[in-house]
């Protein structure tokens, strides 16, 4: 069992940058993608980026896409999410979830963080 651990959220005024982290508990050998979620009070949980964990291909929401990076950190088993040009819609709490390694290979995500609060101010 993976556990995954955010950090890096917080208060920031428009236009300002964070850096989110999410560590694993254990090597990510096991792990296909990871990926980084969001949810808004009173929408649903999206996602806004992910990162195939050998390869390093990613994918981005349209609505982060230019503004936000995914990377990671093989030996240290951690993902990051740089945010930049932050706006007040990007409020949410922000998850990181992972798909573990099956054959046959499917895209559900097995594992999550318990999220960390980015609040953006006008």
């Known amino acids: 069992q993976v556990q995954l651990v955010e950090s890096g959220g917080g208060l920031v005024q428009a236009g300002g940058s964070l850096r989110l982290s999410c560590a694993a508990s254990?090597?990510?050998?096991?792990?296909?993608?990871m990926g980084w979620f969001r949810q808004a009070p009173g929408k649903q949980r999206e996602l806004i980026a992910q990162?195939?964990?050998?390869?390093?291909?990613?994918l981005y929401a349209d609505s982060v896409k230019d503004r936000f990076t995914i990377s990671r950190e093989s030996a240290k088993n951690t993902m990051y999410l740089q945010m930049n040009s932050l706006k007040p819609e990007d409020t949410a709490v922000y998850y990181c979830?992972?798909?573990?390694?099956?054959?046959?290979?499917?895209?559900?995500?097995?594992?999550w963080g318990q999220g960390t609060q980015v609040t953006v101010s006008s």
């Open positions: 254990e090597r990510t050998v096991s792990i296909y993608i």
């Open positions: 979830g992972a798909v573990r390694l099956r054959v046959p290979q499917t895209y559900t995500y097995d594992y």
């Open positions: 990162i195939r964990w050998n390869a390093g291909n990613t």
